[in-house]
């Protein structure tokens, strides 16, 4: 077994401990499961992930402690050529905060999060294939740096008001990416959140809200290698809500700034296009409150993300993606300290003929996911 393997268990090993410890001060939960997601494309290449989470977390009066580790084995099997795999535990996060309530004249949620690098760094070459789209696959990172993400949240509840703002920051250690890139270094990122929510009635509720990220620059053996464009997405959204079901519905719309990329002399340089097209993201839920231990919903979901700025035949264009999918799911309660969920996925997906990062033709897509979970609490 390997330090990072040993790193991983320890810290949920120890986490573990500390709550059966507390258990007369705190509630202990633990919840754990498993993720498989399955996709083919009309060239009869074929991906697969499973994933099992293990997360465990308590809270002790105003003071909140949750750890995150997991474990996930990510196949590619190509039409043509040989397949790769990689099976491996994956980074551990440590999540901390603390509330201030009902003490001003607003709340404030304190957080502060450690990213711990238990996961795969650094990969070969031949295994980037497996670093798959996050529109097929679950887990798209296996391994990071040392990372440290401090957050500041106030809120503020007044009459059928409520609103809140949060600020953020990530500071991203160094580490070896691929065994060829070496001394890789992610920028900082900065994120700014807002929410604003109003209850028309005790049935409907409505929301809005908005993101905000900027890049540092990442740098590789100290010199500049590439920064990310801006991030802004704004959102909002309509809430229905019965003593026996309840519906939900949210539009997100999502744009990027230009990213810098580096030039043949080395110098970060700004393309005249940006390379991420404008996207939307369209979410309906549906909820049956079956019984106090049941409860069973059905969620829709489309994707249309329009082709970037760039022509056809710059080695930069993206073209236009769709994608639709359908998921049915339910959970029950096994007492007072026990519940599982079973939830099942499926998709269709379109991607129009693209040149970055690599040339790819017009292609289809279909895939699923099955995800189960069970949560129990001490």
Do not use: C
Request: hydrophobic share 35%.
């Amino acid at each position: 077994m390997t330090m990072k393997k040993h790193i991983g268990i320890i810290i949920l090993a120890a986490a573990f401990s500390f709550g059966a410890s507390s258990s007369s001060a705190a509630d202990i939960e633990v919840q754990t499961g498993f993720e498989f997601d399955w996709w083919r494309d009309d060239s009869k290449n074929v991906g697969y992930q499973g994933y099992v989470p293990l997360k465990i977390s308590t809270q002790i009066s105003d003071f909140s402690l949750s750890l995150l580790g997991g474990y996930a084995y990510t196949n590619y099997d190509p039409h043509v050529g040989a397949g790769r795999s990689l099976s491996y535990t994956l980074d551990t996060k440590i999540n901390l905060s603390y509330e201030i309530l009902d003490r001003l004249p607003f709340d404030i949620l304190l957080g502060l999060g450690f990213n711990l690098p238990t996961g795969k760094t650094p990969l070969r070459q031949e295994d980037l294939v497996l670093i798959m789209d996050p529109d097929l696959v679950s887990i798209t990172k296996f391994g990071e740096g040392f990372n440290i993400n401090p957050t500041l949240t106030i809120a503020k509840e007044w009459g059928d008001w409520t609103a809140g703002v949060g600020i953020g920051y990530v500071w991203r250690g160094e580490y070896d990416f691929t065994t060829e890139l070496r001394n890789y270094d992610p920028g900082s990122i900065y994120t700014t959140t807002a929410e604003v929510r109003y209850d028309f009635s005790l049935a409907w509720s409505a929301r809005l809200f908005g993101q905000y990220a900027w890049y540092d620059k990442d740098q590789v053996q100290n010199h500049d290698y590439y920064r990310e464009g801006d991030f802004f997405l704004v959102g909002g959204g309509l809430g229905y809500s019965q003593k026996s079901w309840n519906a939900a519905f949210t539009l997100r719309y999502i744009f990027r700034e230009k990213s810098e990329f580096q030039d043949a002399s080395g110098t970060l340089v700004t393309p005249g296009n940006t390379n991420y097209g404008d996207e939307w993201i369209a979410d309906a839920l549906v909820r049956f409150l079956v019984s106090d231990q049941t409860t069973l919903w059905t969620r829709i979901q489309g994707l249309y993300i329009q082709e970037n700025g760039f022509p056809s035949t710059s080695a930069f264009h993206v073209g236009r993606r769709e994608k639709g999918s359908l998921e049915l799911g339910g959970k029950r309660a096994f007492g007072q300290h026990v519940d599982a969920g079973l939830a099942v996925r499926g998709f269709l997906m379109h991607d129009e003929e693209s040149q970055y990062p690599q040339y790819k033709g017009e292609t289809d897509y279909r895939g699923f996911s099955v995800i189960g979970n069970v949560t129990a609490r001490f």
